[in-house]
């Protein structure tokens, strides 16, 4: 069984306790232990347009901790992977930004010497796990459902640090049909889900969502997975205002992906975090 420090981040504990749920019993499906950390503070993310400096430090504490601890990073936020990740990296390859760094964290009786590595764990999954053997381990394929998948922006980028092709994503299609299911494609695949600027323009946010909903249920598909806990907010738990705001009727089920995985492993729903969705996948667990 291979261990690695669980890294939540801020918005998967409070919002997206489906995804965490579903996350550590896929993983412990498949032999990964996910160590907790109390330690762990925010990425920094949310503060880094702000204060890039502050940022830095905050994902550096973070860091400092996992090496201390001995072990590497598995995140589920894509934000949080992408902003430890630059910053792991650029300590790696920056002397001088790794001196400036520990000046600062010495502060706090922290040092970095050998920045771990950080994974979404859905990359965690198609690299490291591989898809043939997540498909032996599928025990109720998903031949049934149709499903589109949303990668949003932070999972692909930085690519030059994640080395997927953010104008042709592939892994997540790739762990989507390793359950059974038939991934769809459609036309506003790489549309950002609108998260990013929800408390700045609210309207814009939501109707970058319903164009993104649209061209999924356009193309029929019984649902639509994801790997974000905040595209999931833009989707799940804001579809309903979409639909007010667009006078639709979308009833589109959204799933993070290990939930679909775990259905293909045969774990029962309950177990899965379903009763955390908003929009209630019913028609896909039958």
């Not at 001088?96 to 771990?116: A, C």
């Not at 859905?122 to 990668?151: C, M, N, S, W």
């Not at 595209?231 to 589109?252: H, P």
Request: charged share 25%; hydrophobic share 40%; glycine share 8%.
């Amino acid at each position: 069984m291979s261990s690695h420090l669980f890294f939540l981040g801020c918005t998967v504990p409070v919002r997206g306790q489906n995804y965490e749920l579903s996350a550590r019993k896929v993983a412990e499906r498949l032999g990964i232990k996910l160590i907790d950390e109390p330690d762990f503070a925010c990425c920094g993310f949310p503060v880094r347009s702000s204060y890039e400096d502050t940022a830095f430090l905050l994902a550096a504490r973070n860091l400092a901790i996992a090496e201390e601890r001995g072990g590497d990073i598995i995140t589920l936020c894509s934000s949080c992977t992408a902003t430890l990740s630059e910053v792991s990296h650029r300590l790696r390859t920056d002397p001088d930004r790794l001196k400036w760094t520990n000046r600062h964290l010495k502060e706090i009786g922290k040092k970095i010497q050998h920045p771990v590595s950080v994974k979404h764990f859905a990359r965690f999954l198609y690299d490291e796990i591989g898809i043939e053997r997540i498909k032996e381990k599928v025990e109720r394929p998903l031949t049934q459902l149709t499903i589109a998948p949303h990668y949003g922006c932070h999972y692909l980028k930085p690519s030059h640090l994640f080395g997927e092709d953010p104008e042709i994503p592939h892994t997540l299609d790739e762990l989507i049909t390793a359950t059974g299911a038939r991934v769809v494609e459609y036309e506003e695949k790489k549309l950002c889900c609108g998260g990013a600027i929800l408390g700045i323009d609210e309207d814009v946010a939501l109707t970058m969502a319903h164009k993104k909903l649209t061209s999924v249920k356009g193309e029929g598909a019984d649902g639509l997975a994801l790997i974000c806990p905040f595209c999931a907010i833009m989707f799940d738990d804001l579809q309903r205002k979409v639909d007010s705001k667009f006078n639709t009727n979308f009833n589109l089920p959204i799933l993070y992906y290990p939930q679909l995985l775990g259905l293909a492993f045969g774990i029962p729903e309950t177990e899965l975090g379903f009763k955390f969705n908003k929009v209630k996948a019913k028609g896909l667990l039958s």
